[in-house]
């Protein structure tokens, strides 16, 4: 007895795998469209032979077909030699019923042909329809191999020189607005310091007038003082000349006559001349005394006024030297507080700018990273599905080969050919089940130790990009398709 088994295909099938056709082959070249299937279910099953009939059996296979290819299930039925159960001597020698079977087999396998190739055409047709759908979304998305870019790239690059443009541009203006504050601050701390200048010489003045009132008053009362001495003095020579006349008079009137015998004494009028000049100096004498002490008096008051003012001019100076300085440091510190204000505004105003820019980054690569899983799924979902039609190809050429053996080899012997096709071994070509994971990315803003927003964004993870390793391991295990032939 000889057994025939068909080991499970698993293995990558290249394209352009032979497949029969009427004529005896024909090459099918299917192409691995990226969109998703419902996973096709294969079963086998398996017919014996009534005991004591020499003959062969098989069940036709059913093919179920959605709308584009979608939800497909084919049902694939095991050809069934002869039973391997006991037959009588007599039926495995009846030649005619033999035949009788082969054509009835030669039927079946015709119409499984036919169905088979009018299958395959109508899977091209759907292939074919969902390549021009995939190159479409390809060309609505601008993947690559899909619309051409380059035409933008010029007015793009010219856009981007003018924002460059007008950002230098703007950055410019805010230099020299921040110079014109700056400028209009420091002529503002100008003018309070020459305000406060003004103030103090104002006061200065003021006080100077005051200093000049006091001394336009002490020159009042010294002329006064000396108009009462001109006049006391004008008083005592009136007095002194009165008296003179007095004596003049009582002298004139006097006629006494004495003759005396007696030396000639002094003369009178020598004597009241001596007399007058003695008055006269005394008189000089009391004046240069009066004029020497208001000259004295006069200048000590002088000197002291001119000590007085000497000593103001000083604190005034030192007094203006220390505003000046007050002034020259208020305008210096103003200055650094305009400039530590304008350096901070800019460094906010810059981290704001990176901290925007940071987040529209994240975006972008949160959504590139989101069409880069969700082109994997599609890539790894359709290749499963070009996996199960390769699959369901190489099952088929088995089958059909595994019936030509039989017709070929049928006659020959008394004992059949036995092929078995197990549900396990079906079910290993159908594509594993999808599982689908979430990741969340957190975006968080942080400006100066403190979350100023916070963004969640959700990416859905393909179920070839959890599980990638896996499958390369189980495929690295798995053996190549191979036919095995055991004889008995």
């Not at 279910?41 to 098989?58: D, K, Q, T, V």
């Not at 200048?197 to 006061?203: A, T, W």
């Not at 295990?477 to 055991?486: C, F, L, N």
Request: aromatic share 4%; charged share 30%; hydrophobic share 30%.
């Amino acid at each position: 007895m000889t057994k025939t088994s068909v080991a499970n295909l698993v293995g990558p099938q290249p394209l352009g795998y032979p497949a029969p056709t009427a004529g005896g082959t024909a090459h099918i070249t299917m192409s691995m469209p990226f969109v998703k299937s419902a996973a096709r279910n294969f079963s086998s099953l398996s017919a014996s032979g009534a005991p004591g009939r020499l003959g062969s059996r098989h069940s036709s296979g059913s093919l179920l077909e959605g709308p584009g290819g979608y939800g497909s299930r084919i049902s694939m039925s095991n050809f069934q030699g002869v039973s391997s159960a006991p037959r009588p001597f007599a039926q495995q020698n009846s030649a005619d019923m033999i035949r009788a079977d082969d054509k009835e087999t030669m039927k079946g396998l015709n119409c499984r042909l036919d169905k088979y190739l009018s299958r395959v055409r109508t899977l091209e047709e759907s292939n074919r329809q969902l390549e021009d759908k995939i190159k479409e979304e390809l060309l609505k998305k601008g993947a690559e191999g899909g619309r051409d870019w380059s035409v933008y790239d010029e007015p793009l690059a010219k856009l981007r020189a003018q924002i460059r443009d007008m950002t230098m541009e703007n950055a410019t203006l805010l230099l020299q607005i921040d110079n014109a504050r700056l400028a209009a601050d420091d002529f503002k701390v100008k003018l309070e310091a020459e305000l406060a200048l003004r103030q103090g010489v104002e006061q200065d003045i003021a006080g100077l007038r005051k200093i000049i009132g006091d001394t336009n008053a002490t020159r009042v009362q010294l002329e006064n003082q000396i108009d009462a001495t001109q006049e006391e003095l004008a008083y005592l020579k009136k007095n002194h000349e009165e008296d003179l006349a007095d004596i003049r008079s009582q002298i004139n009137s006097a006629n006494v006559s004495v003759e005396m015998n007696s030396p000639k004494g002094q003369d009178m009028n020598e004597i009241i001349s001596k007399i007058r000049d003695q008055y006269e100096k005394a008189a000089q004498k009391n004046r240069d005394d009066t004029d020497a002490w208001y000259q004295s008096k006069f200048d000590k008051l002088t000197a002291e006024v001119s000590e007085n003012t000497e000593a103001l001019q000083e604190e005034k100076n030192e007094l203006s030297s220390l505003r000046r300085e007050k002034q020259s440091c208020e305008v210096e510190l103003q200055a650094l507080h305009n400039m530590n204000h304008t350096l901070e505004d800019t460094l906010a105003d810059t981290q704001n700018r990176y901290a925007q820019q940071m987040g529209q980054d994240n975006q972008n690569l949160q959504l590139l990273e989101a069409q880069l899983g969700d082109l994997r799924s599609r890539a790894e979902s359709q290749g499963a599905e070009y996996q199960a039609l390769l699959n369901l190809k190489s099952k088929l050429e088995e089958e059909i080969a595994t019936y030509h053996q039989l017709l070929e080899g049928g006659h020959q012997g008394s004992q059949g050919d036995r092929v078995e096709f197990s549900l396990d071994q079906a079910l290993q070509a159908a594509p594993p089940p999808q599982t689908h994971k979430k990741v969340i990315i957190i975006n968080q803003e942080v400006v100066d130790g403190e979350v100023v927003s916070e963004q969640e964004t959700e990416v859905p993870t393909p179920n070839g990009e959890a599980e990638e390793e896996e499958e390369e391991e189980e495929e690295g295990t798995q053996s190549p398709p191979e036919q095995e032939v055991t004889s008995d």
